[in-house]
């Protein structure tokens, strides 16, 4: 059976990055496996609705139960949580706590990830890029793993105890794409005279966002699923926010794609629109 793995960081994660990439290929069953790294404590509650102290004191449980409802929308077959404390944002009292994310060691954690690969047999993994846009110290943890991951779990003389090891067959690190955007923001700035994504565009234009080998991914019949998904967090998700101001149906006509940093196992010429899978029975 065709299987992808994803390590994400926090929940919500699973449904900001490449969601509806991972319901198509649910849809066609691929057995998908997603890998959480936090439980998304540290998290602030960024839906006015939701910020009330039974949320607050409980946030840990109401994130494991939003996790789970995106998990369900979006087709993931199973998810682990290596049960890790949210690091919280750079330069947080977060950091601090021994139990966080990037205070784990990191061979242990590495061995932990390889050891999941090793049992799941992923075709295709899912991690993170540099995330220049967003360093939050558990992005960039995950980050970090991404590049370990495939040399580690095919490698007999590391983590010997902790399975066979696993060739993965490709590795993808999901972006914010570069492209998406700025063909959204030129479509809304020419209908509307406004777009949510100025002031990243301004960043592109600085030059401090640089473009990477991308596969696009068709995902135009599963992008209201991922939408729906990152709905689920209702207490990370303002419904009013960033994440739903561009209308669906201006994403489905000018980018009904999600795009990916192509990392390994793709033939030189994979760039462009294309299909995680291809090849790949
Ligand atoms: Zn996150």
Redo the contacts with the bound molecule.
């Keep these: 059976m065709a299987t992808l793995m994803a390590l ?3 929940p ?2 699973e449904s900001s990055k490449g969601a509806a990439t991972v319901a198509r290929y649910a849809d066609a069953g691929v057995h998908c496996i997603l890998v959480t790294a936090t439980g998304g404590e540290a998290g602030d509650i960024l839906n006015p609705a939701m910020d009330r102290p039974d949320v607050r004191e409980n946030l840990a449980e109401y994130r494991r139960k939003e996790l789970e409802d995106a998990a369900r929308i979006i087709g993931y077959d199973e998810i682990v949580m290596l049960g890790y404390r949210d690091s919280g944002m750079p330069e947080s009292d977060d950091n601090a706590n021994p139990a966080a994310f990037v205070n784990a060691d990191y061979d242990e954690l590495l061995g932990r990830v390889v050891a999941l690969v090793r049992s799941r047999r992923p075709d295709v993994f899912l991690g993170y890029d540099s995330h220049e846009f967003y360093p ?1 110290p ?2 960039l943890r995950v980050h970090a793993l991404t590049m370990d991951i495939v040399a580690a779990a095919a490698d007999p003389d590391r983590f010997p105890g902790a399975g066979e090891p696993w060739r993965i067959k490709r590795l993808v690190a999901s972006l914010f794409s570069r492209r998406g955007m700025l063909a959204i923001h030129e479509m809304l700035m020419e209908r509307d005279g406004e777009s949510p994504f100025t002031e990243w565009v301004e960043r592109i234009s600085a030059g401090d966002w640089p473009e990477r080998p991308t596969l696009s991914v068709p995902v135009g019949p599963t992008l209201q699923r991922g939408r729906d998904a990152l709905r689920a967090h209702a207490t990370q998700v303002d419904p009013d926010g960033f994440w739903f101001k561009v209308p669906i149906e201006v994403t489905q006509e000018v980018y009904p794609y999600e795009d990916f940093e192509i990392i390994s196992g793709f033939l030189p010429t994979t760039e462009g629109i294309g299909d995680l899978f291809s090849g790949i029975s």
């Design positions: 994400h960081a926090h919500d994660d939050h558990d992005h």
